[in-house]
């Protein structure tokens, strides 16, 4: 999933381990099986089937164990209902459910603050807060949610979260059409793609070339969509097709075709 590998290749491994889960004992498959859902609903979301996602995120939510909580994170690093909420989040918003979705990334965030693990939150924040903020092109709450995801990774030493806060920030910034921030972008991710990181590389990129349209730099905003096409092909990630095709048309626009 982080490699942006295509969900082709992710939805037979989620089903395997869904076979083993049925052979487990039933302490185990407490354990697993919200994780496990969780995971569903990562690759439901993708595969821009919303309405199912709304029900496995519902599942998730229902298995949940407030007891094991603490055992899940700690053998996880993430808390599956933190995670699968912030997928209903993205869901509702791309189905124009705005004001729901907003309700639940601040359900998400208060889970997150009430399990002292920040880990957690910074999903709740990044993954859920920010990142809906992005879908929604609200700027300030990206902002907001960064950059106290960042302050929190820092002082807990979670270099991925770090880079992840960093990324959303330079997102945010990039649509106020600051030349100097829609470089720092580019650059920025320039160093996740060498990373290995590829997961949102269509989203990410569409966000950037959007921004270097703004700034008037139709060259650089053509080999940038480009590349988000190329990615897309690579990942077969479905919701962001929309955005991306709306971002070539503006380009085309500005060609004066």
Do not use: F, H, S
């Given at each position: 999933y982080t490699a942006g590998h295509p969900f082709s290749a992710f939805r037979p491994l989620v089903g395997r381990a869904h076979d083993l889960l049925d052979a487990l004992d039933d302490k185990s498959r407490r354990l697993n099986a919200p994780r496990l859902m969780a995971l569903q609903t990562v690759g439901l979301f993708h595969e821009a089937r919303f309405e199912a996602v709304l029900a496995r995120?519902?599942?998730?939510?229902?298995?949940?164990?407030?007891?094991?909580?603490?055992?899940?994170?700690?053998?996880?690093g993430e808390d599956s209902r933190i995670t699968a909420t912030g997928y209903r989040a993205w869901a509702l918003s791309f189905t124009g459910h705005v004001d729901a979705a907003r309700g639940a990334v601040a359900q998400a965030v208060e889970w997150g603050r009430g399990l002292d693990h920040a880990a957690s939150l910074c999903m709740a924040l990044l993954n859920g807060a920010a990142r809906n903020g992005l879908w929604l092109r609200d700027?300030?709450?990206?902002?907001?949610?960064s950059a106290e995801a960042l302050q929190l990774a820092r002082r807990q030493s979670l270099p991925l979260w770090q880079h992840y806060a960093q990324l959303q920030l330079g997102l945010a910034?990039?649509?106020?059409?600051?030349?100097?921030?829609?470089?720092?972008?580019?650059?920025?991710?320039?160093r996740f793609a060498r990373s290995g990181v590829?997961?949102?590389?269509?989203?990410?990129?569409?966000?950037?070339?959007e921004a270097q349209l703004r700034i008037g730099d139709k060259t650089a905003a053509g080999r940038t969509l480009a590349a988000a096409r190329d990615a897309i092909g690579r990942s077969e990630d479905l919701p962001f097709e929309p955005d991306l095709s709306r971002a070539e048309a503006r380009l085309a626009l500005a060609d004066g075709a």
């Open positions: 995120v519902d599942r998730v939510c229902a298995a949940y164990d407030g007891d094991l909580a603490g055992a899940l994170v700690q053998r996880y700027p300030e709450t990206v902002i907001t949610a910034l990039a649509q106020t059409g600051k030349a100097a921030e829609v470089a720092m972008l580019a650059e920025g991710l320039e590829r997961v949102l590389e269509t989203p990410n990129l569409t966000l950037l070339a």
